[in-house]
């Protein structure tokens, strides 16, 4: 069967039922299922996050961007856990106009957080660890201090759970071109897919681990120490 299509301006179109099943395939592929993203943005609502402070700093949610104003120490974690081959994503830029807590120092993170001591309930210690920096190393995580030690150092470490958490040389790095720019919007990129994990800056892998013992499943968590940082365009999203 033929199906003849007329337009006063140009020819005779004629289309076989192959061509229009061929036609309609092709759609039903292209507007297919597409993976969701895990989670992306959230700012506005605070029930989306858990905040560890120090006294002296405050955290302050907008509809786009978390504001962070810290004194001693903050942690603000996704509340939701992650799990499997995913990619975390963020703008961050650290502030420095003059302000109280405008320190360029210590664009930090924390991912796959696990808390031994409560492996059913991670927040369940979340007043006791209250932001202080020494507190957390009881968790199994992944950790990236960036611009640490007032912008000298960008540094990876692996927590074990237990106190352990060593510093190779190749995770040391002091050269200008790792530290922080004040002021300057930077991108970041980590993933974690199977025995791999990187962390990356405006497109430049920064650190890549293979670890035998690979953190799959965690918490996710900003991390800073007396500084103003702004923080945009936050998503998650599971690997293809």
Not at 5 to 21: A, D, Q, S, V
Not at 95 to 116: E, H, L, Q, T, Y
Not at 200 to 205: A, L, M
Request: charged share 25%.
């Amino acid at each position: 069967m033929n199906i003849q299509f007329f337009n006063r301006n140009k020819p005779l179109i004629k289309l076989n039922c192959t061509t229009i099943i061929s036609f309609i395939a092709i759609l039903i592929i292209s507007c297919g299922p597409k993976k969701d993203a895990i989670f992306k943005n959230g700012f506005g609502n605070k029930e989306n996050w858990v905040v560890e402070q120090r006294p002296g700093g405050i955290v302050n949610f907008k509809k786009n961007k978390i504001e962070i104003l810290d004194k001693d120490g903050c942690t603000v974690w996704l509340k939701k856990q992650l799990s499997g081959n995913l990619k975390i994503e963020y703008n961050v830029t650290v502030i420095d106009a003059g302000g109280p807590f405008d320190r360029v120092s210590d664009n930090n993170c924390f991912w796959m957080a696990k808390d031994p001591e409560n492996p059913d309930n991670f927040f369940k210690n979340s007043s006791k660890r209250a932001g202080k920096f020494s507190n957390y190393n009881t968790l199994k995580l992944y950790y990236v201090g960036y611009g640490g030690h007032d912008n000298t150092k960008t540094r990876f470490r692996r927590y074990d759970g237990d106190f352990e958490r060593p510093l190779f040389p190749e995770h040391d790095l002091s050269d200008k071109k790792f530290l922080i720019t004040a002021n300057k919007k930077m991108h970041v990129e980590i993933i974690v897919n199977n025995n791999l994990t990187s962390y990356s800056r405006d497109g430049e892998v920064i650190f890549k681990i293979d670890d035998p013992k690979p953190y799959n499943e965690g918490y996710f968590g900003f991390r800073t120490v007396n500084n103003h940082m702004l923080i945009e365009n936050f998503i998650v999203k599971p690997l293809n």
